[in-house]
T-cell receptor, first 113, second 118 residues
Framework: GENVEQHPSTLSVQEGDSAVIKCTYS??????FPWYKQELGKGPQLIID?????GEKKDQRIAVTLNKTAKHFSLHITETQPEDSAVYFC????????????FGTGTRLLVSP | GAGVSQSPSNKVTEKGKDVELRCDPI?????LYWYRQRLGQGLEFLIY????????KSGLPSDRFSAERTGESVSTLTIQRTQQEDSAVYLC????????????????FGPGTRLTVT
């Protein structure tokens, strides 16, 4: 089955710096790759996603890149702010229609003012 | 509008007792998912409901775990004879899952139920 690895497990940056979180997946059939942000005591919230027919997607300060050949995808956050501090999860979906998501183990991002 | 709600928010139970967790999905969402999140770890898929189709139970860790959903509404996750390793946050999500259409993939998560087995 699908396996998703995520790095780093923790990431500390200064406000205004960029942050990059990387994930690799094992199942070449996976075709959907969302990123979720989880704040303390809350459920995960989708922040951006990308499908396998697209190499890059951007939404304001966040962007995701996908390399299907290498089977890895990355989340980029520019101009980080303290409110970006949270746990970020990547996921991969190996199915079409049924979104059974396989999650990475998460990255705790800390943005210091 | 209202999001996914779960109850209780916290549950402490003794080893060996049964527990029932509840999820109210977003109205109109045909797909409902249960996940388990152990401390410091990612989300582990448990079970998926889609409309009136048979649920996908492939993620349930043992036969002590079961879940039900009535139509496209409330779902309950039941854990029988709880064990300490069942301690985790149980998250429910719903989506407008349109099978085979690739139309919408976003899963909306509830706040979770933190289960502690003593």
């Amino acid at each position: 089955g699908e396996n998703v690895e995520q790095h780093p497990s923790t990431l500390s940056v200064q406000e205004g710096d960029s942050a990059v979180i990387k994930c690799t997946y094992s199942d070449s059939a996976s075709n959907y790759f969302p990123w979720y942000k989880q704040e303390l005591g809350k459920g995960p919230q989708l922040i951006i996603d990308i499908r396998s027919n697209v190499g890059e997607k951007k939404d304001q300060r966040i962007a995701v890149t996908l390399n299907k050949t290498a089977k890895h995808f990355s989340l980029h956050i520019t101009e980080t702010q303290p409110e970006d501090s949270a746990v970020y999860f990547c996921a991969a979906s190996p199915y079409t229609g049924f979104q059974k998501l396989v999650f990475g183990t998460g990255t705790r991002l800390l943005v210091s003012p | 509008g209202a999001g996914v709600s779960q109850s209780p928010s916290n549950k402490v139970t003794e080893k060996g007792k049964d527990v029932e967790l509840r999820c109210d999905p977003i109205s109109g969402h045909t797909a409902l998912y249960w996940y388990r999140q152990r401390l410091g770890q990612g989300l582990e898929f448990l079970i998926y409901f889609q409309g009136n189709s048979a649920p996908d139970k492939s993620g349930l860790p043992s036969d002590r775990f079961s879940a039900e959903r009535t139509g496209e509404s409330v779902s309950t996750l039941t854990i029988q004879r709880t064990q300490q390793e069942d301690s985790a946050v149980y998250l429910c999500a719903s989506s407008r899952d349109l099978l085979g259409t690739l139309t919408s993939y976003e899963q909306y998560f509830g706040p979770g139920t933190r289960l502690t087995v003593t």
